[in-house]
């Protein structure tokens, strides 16, 4: 997949992480590149040659793939560690929490309730922030005795004689009020989480702290699923607190449903008639949003398919075919949506075509001003965090009329105002002209620049 990320920074920081490589033997080092994803090159030239080789032959699609067998093979410095999280995190334009709402909500916390267990709490510490391990033997040996540690410090000023540091203090000689934004987010993540407090009352008072100062950044600390009985708190968006998870899907439809009441107090609907006019998506949407590999298992479970590959198979067929067939461009959106994605697509989010938003039993006529301005949309991804994503492919019928002969300012505003009403709900809308999609290879190609784009700027929940 075309990727226009500017990764010159990742590739610097993790080219000093590979350089590390010239340390095996010639014999190992072709070996040593295909654990991290790397090229094999002969052996040629000094160890340190063959490795800038092999490097310089990773494209930039591919360095996120280097960096996370990096990170997962623990390798290089925390400080080389950290700095590729970084690099990879700010990848998913993760939301600003500016310096002034850190140290407000640090002189907020009380330090005493956050450290119940020094064991976890120093742990967590240690997954996010250098405390100076490595080199403290280094530094005892030059000093002839113990030298600076910040693990020390922690452990003297806020375990051995509590009081002494506030959280002001210990996040100051963290770093945390310079750090990277996904990285304090993380960090707030972990503070509040069942592997530091293992008690749900206090967990929830100290979300409910951080939420004081940081839903002014519009995020907070969401619960967003159960871990050992714990309750799992994620920083999400409060610009989709509306959002609630969906309860039924209706897409890929022939025709106009027939829906009915089948408990009105439950507000549960039937969809009557032809079962196979429409697909109604009735399991709870995962956390992560909706993916391909969750669309398919509920597909291969309803339609009782055995074969995976099948199963892929018609439900790639059955998507499309609700595609409408005098629109070309939405059938190449679909198509070069997957092209481009390729296996990927598993565990990115799924395509849903010919959603339905709305319904009506009475039609725009009989409805008249009070009419619902949008019934349907082109396509619909649902991402981590209850995010909506809604792509639009418009014709010339979206704003003209006579067959495409005179302008129709009212359609247009029509159009316009129900984006609107879209955003107003929590939907990001994103529009294509039909002719930028009207042939294929230019469709793909659109996808190819759009995608990386997409996904850079939403959290998809998947690295690289």
Known sequence: MADSRDRSTLRQVVGDVVARLGGHSHARLNAAFAELGMPTVPEEGTKGERVERSFAQVPDSDLPLVANRILAAGQGSPQQRFRIEDELWAESSPPEIPTRIRRELARSLDLNAMTPNETRFMAMLSRYWVLGDELSPLLDAFFSSQGPSLRRDIQQH???NPGDWTAEILLENLGAFEAGDSRFARFLEAMVSADVLLDE????LLVDTINEHIRSAAVELRETGIEGGYPRFTMVSTRLAGNRKPKNIIFASLTKPDIRFK???????????????????????????????DLQAWWQDTRKILDEAEAKTSL??????????????QQNLFGAYHHVLGD??????????????HWDHRTVRERGPQALLRSRMD?????PHRQRIVLEVDGSQHYTRDRGQRPDTAKYAEMVAADRDLKLRGYEVFRFGHDE???????QALMERFLPALFQRFDTGVGG
């Open 158 to 160: 806020v375990f051995r």
């Open 201 to 204: 009352s206090t967990q929830r």
């Open 263 to 293: 408990n009105a107090m439950d507000n549960d609907i039937e969809i009557v008639g032809d079962p196979e006019n429409e697909l109604v998506y009735d399991r709870q949407t995962p956390d992560h949003g909706l993916r391909w590999r």
């Open 316 to 329: 790639y067929k059955r998507l499309h075919r609700c595609l409408p067939e005098n629109s070309p461009g």
């Open 344 to 357: 990927r697509v598993y565990d990115l989010p799924v395509l849903l075509p010919e959603v339905w938003l």
């Open 379 to 383: 396509f619909l991804l649902l991402l």
């Open 437 to 443: 999609l009207e042939e294929a290879r230019d469709a």
